[in-house]
């Protein structure tokens, strides 16, 4: 009964490589996110997406692509990775409009390290 | 632009005690302020979620309160217990996205 999922758990690999993170969420929400936690625990958000259109893209090297083939469903690809790469990666959702009451749920987290 | 911070940066207590956590945020045009709490290796699990227009949200022994015109909440926990032990978050939300603080780690001991 998973409300966020995101596979896989841990992604261990090597420097210039393109890997993807998969996340999705069964609360029939339509917006996503992903936010990015630093080697010092400092959680930043890096896209959002409303009913599979980007919202939010903050300054995200372009290495970085996220695509949502529907509103459950929002991937993350990284090409040419590199060792700042290194973080946890935790992708959340909730239900756009909601203002005030917009409360946000996570995921699990991908632990990535690049070597 | 909005900053969270958080104090104290890490706290430990002994059991049974009743404790305040402290998020302040600069930026008073917020809609909503979330905690939550990370354990180690773990994803996030909301806590309380508090409306720019409520003063306080309560769940069990957690009681949330919020001052906007000041830019602070409080996150008391009563009678602390060590499943307690964790790393809370504060985030404020400014429509679309959350901007978080930089946490409190907390330890409760036996």
């Known amino acids: 009964d998973t409300a966020v999922s995101q596979t896989p758990k841990y992604l261990v690999t090597q420097m210039g490589n393109d890997k993807s993170i998969k996340c999705e969420q069964n609360?029939?929400?339509?917006?996503m996110y992903w936010y990015k936690q630093d080697s010092k625990k400092f959680l930043k958000i890096m896209f959002s997406?409303?009913?599979?259109?980007l919202i939010i893209n903050e300054t995200v090297p372009n290495r970085f692509s996220p695509k949502s083939p529907d509103k459950a469903h929002l991937n993350l690809h990284i090409n040419s990775l590199e060792l700042g790469d290194s973080a946890v990666y935790f992708c959340?959702?909730?239900?756009w409009g909601s203002g005030q009451n917009n409360e946000q749920f996570f995921g699990p987290g991908t632990r990535l390290t690049v070597l | 632009k909005q900053e969270v911070t958080q104090i104290p940066a890490a706290l430990s207590v002994p059991e049974g005690e009743n404790l305040v956590l402290n998020c302040s945020f600069t930026d008073s045009a917020i809609y909503n302020l979330q905690w939550f709490r990370q354990d180690p290796g773990k994803g996030l699990t909301s806590l309380l979620l508090i409306q720019s227009s409520q003063r306080e949200q309560t769940s069990g022994r957690l009681n949330a309160s919020l001052d906007k015109s000041s830019g602070r909440s409080t996150l008391y926990i009563a009678a602390s217990q060590p499943g307690d032990s964790a790393t809370y978050l504060c985030?404020?939300?400014?429509?679309?996205?959350?901007?978080f603080g930089t946490g409190t780690r907390l330890q409760v001991f036996p």
């Open positions: 609360l029939g929400h339509d917006t």
């Open positions: 985030a404020v939300s400014d429509t679309d996205k959350l901007i």
């Open positions: 959340a959702s909730s239900r």
């Open positions: 997406y409303n009913n599979k259109e």
